[in-house]
């Protein structure tokens, strides 16, 4: 009886594994290379670093290379997004921002490129003054600043009017606000990115005295308990809303 049952367990781990190794199911083979591959769109046509972007056309298969031609920086390509049809990867996060080509390579040695433009985020090297007051000027000094669309005190909605911007270089008129200091948030077609400069909303104190009224800016801001008490006192006279 016991022989009976070793040989049934015996025949059913036999038929078992060959069902495994029959039902095994094959792998569809990688797109060849093409020795004329076309490209139809990339979409999108202008993204930052990191964005994922589609590549759509005919005999795109075999694709080992992709080269971001300002710098000759090197994209990163994963055979299971490669199909004929289509390719599909990510903006380099060293790519250089600015108007390019995107190289691309098959196996056969083959290129085909396509013109891209990568979008940088604002960067702020300088500023022409730390301290502002109501109605101020700032020039900020730095790179992809010709296309800042909005700038705001960092965590709040008080909106920075922009005077006037050129790649290097913006201009902002301030506004008046109740911090004591803040950073700022400068969004343009890459995305938000942030000062690392802070910028300090200098108090005006008015004294009367007898031969007039003498208005001195100060240098260091008041704590948020001194402001409260100073605009109860004399709101009308320190400017602040």
């Known amino acids: 009886m016991k022989n009976y049952i070793v040989k049934i367990i015996t025949i059913g781990i036999i038929g078992m594994s060959w069902l495994a190794t029959s039902c095994t199911v094959e792998s569809e083979p990688a797109p060849s290379a093409s020795t004329s591959p076309s490209i139809e769109k990339i979409t999108p046509a202008l993204a930052a670093s990191n964005a994922v972007l589609t590549l759509t056309g005919k005999g795109l298969g075999g694709i080992q290379y992709i080269t971001f031609s300002k710098g000759n920086v090197r994209g990163v390509i994963n055979s299971t ?3 004929d049809n289509t390719l599909i990867f990510r903006v380099p996060a060293e790519a250089i921002p600015g108007n390019q080509d995107i190289i691309f390579k098959n196996s056969l040695g083959v290129e085909v490129k396509v013109p891209f433009n990568v979008l940088g985020f604002a960067t702020i090297l300088d500023v022409s003054n730390y301290n502002f007051t109501r109605g101020s ?4 000094t730095g790179k992809n600043l010709d296309d800042v669309s909005k700038v705001v005190f960092s965590g709040t ?4 009017s922009i005077k006037s911007k ?3 270089s913006l201009v902002l008129t301030m506004p008046s606000t109740t911090l004591s200091q803040a950073t700022l948030s400068i969004t343009n077609g890459a995305g938000t990115t942030v000062t690392t400069q802070e910028f300090v909303m200098a108090m005006i104190m008015v004294f009367r005295m007898p031969l ?3 208005v001195v800016p100060l240098v260091k801001p008041f704590s948020k308990q001194e402001r409260h008490l100073f605009t109860k006192i004399m709101p009308q006279e ?4």
């Open 137 to 140: 000027e700032i020039t900020l």
């Open 81 to 83: 997004f490669n199909t």
């Open 212 to 214: 007039g009224v003498r």
């Open 238 to 241: 320190t400017g602040i809303n």
């Open 157 to 160: 909605t008080t909106e920075v």
């Open 166 to 168: 050129t790649a290097t």
